[in-house]
């Protein structure tokens, strides 16, 4: 096969069939080792560099679609100066050609109104590419991020029907729901359980296929310093509520922009300095874990709140029983996967993917085999 980077040519071949659930992995960042990924929980990875040849081959051997990163879309939104759309198009095409991609993520995520322009061309342009896509590959597969909630979502109102149709799968990106607080300004849960229910439930009110939806989860955490209450007194190291300074968002007088998002190893890694000033605790309501810690070099006490293999296996539950079609993880980076990982480490990346395994190959999901075979080019 001509320019194929890989040491067998079926390697550069298409995948092509559906997994009974897919679970879509973010290779976030490009750089990251594989060395102990276990690529075969996978169904697609998104965001594979072009140079990441080594990530291509792997991923085809094990029947794993790679997907390209949209990226900016400013222009063939307007489609100004007119031909830039179909320009933008034919430019991702020709990447999925010359690279060996089997479909393209969108992930836009700046404000539109409902009805407006902006919206609707946003639909036109997933839709045109799709189009575009399958006359290359008929089996390409088109995702598009979307917002946890399709409305009044961080000022999100995409036209999400049109765009339900016009792509194979919508992620749903339930994670950062703390976007936009309008009530107390405090640390919460990142991906509170029933808020993510309601969220997903507003999708398929809008009659958008169940098979159509993945449920996106953070494999991250938000590091959260708390601040003196009315008083002015500082929190205490075992403090429950951490209130937070006041951080707009989109309108929102408070947010999560307050925090600063850590990989679920850092998280870990923060335990086991023996940092932390409260043990591990689960809030029943959002169902996750949090604890208070001290951070090296800085004063005051900072609120710490993660998923874990338990909080994940409850959101894995979550899309089983709904019927969707899979979930996805925003970031595969956030796990060490280097052949150099410290024993500790590796053991808490096996056990997050101990959870991903119990929910591809559980009870009705067909054991994570393939519908259909690999296409030839």
């Not at 836009?108 to 409902?114: T, V």
């Amino acid at each position: 096969m001509t320019g194929c980077p890989c040491q067998r040519a079926e390697q550069c071949a298409f995948v092509v069939g559906d997994r009974e659930r897919e679970f879509l992995g973010f290779f976030y960042p490009g750089d990251q080792p594989i060395d102990s990924m276990p690529l075969h929980l996978l169904s697609d990875m998104a965001w594979v560099p072009p140079e990441r040849t080594d990530v291509l081959c792997a991923a085809h051997a094990a029947g794993v679609r790679v997907v390209l990163n949209a990226g900016d879309v400013a222009a063939a939104l307007a489609d100004d100066p007119p031909g830039a759309r179909k320009q933008w198009i034919d430019s991702k095409v020709d990447l999925a050609r010359r690279y060996f991609y089997d479909g393209i993520n969108f992930d836009y995520e700046e404000a539109a109104q409902m009805f407006s322009d902006l919206s609707y061309n946003y639909t036109a342009l997933v839709r045109q590419t799709s189009v575009a896509f399958k006359k290359l590959n008929p089996a390409a597969q088109i995702t598009v991020d979307v917002p946890w909630a399709p409305f009044g979502n961080d000022g999100r109102d995409y036209d999400y029907v049109g765009l339900g149709a016009a792509a194979d799968r919508l992620l749903v990106m339930s994670y950062d729901m703390q976007a936009q607080i309008y009530g107390r300004c405090a640390a919460a849960a990142n991906s509170p359980l029933p808020l993510i229910a309601k969220g997903l439930q507003q999708y398929l009110d809008l009659r958008i296929p169940p098979a159509k939806l993945l449920l996106g989860v953070a494999w991250y955490g938000y590091v959260y310093p708390c601040e003196p209450d009315a008083q002015g007194r500082p929190p205490s190291p075992r403090t429950d509520v951490c209130l937070l300074p006041p951080t707009e968002y989109r309108g929102a007088p408070c947010s999560d922009a307050a925090g600063q998002q850590w990989d679920y190893k850092q998280v870990m890694g923060l335990l086991r300095s023996g940092r932390n000033t409260t043990a591990p605790l689960w809030d029943p309501l959002g169902q996750s874990p949090r604890f208070n810690a001290r951070l090296p070099g800085q004063e005051g006490i900072v609120q710490v709140w993660h998923e874990s293999p338990s909080s994940l296996a409850l959101r894995y539950a979550l899309a089983a029983r709904l019927g969707l079609r899979g979930v996805g993880s925003w970031n595969l980076g956030c796990l060490d996967h280097g052949a150099g990982a410290e024993p500790e480490a590796a053991a808490e990346a096996e056990a997050m993917w101990e959870a991903v395994r119990e929910y591809v190959e559980g009870e009705g999901a067909g054991a994570g085999v393939r519908v259909g075979a690999k296409a030839e080019r």
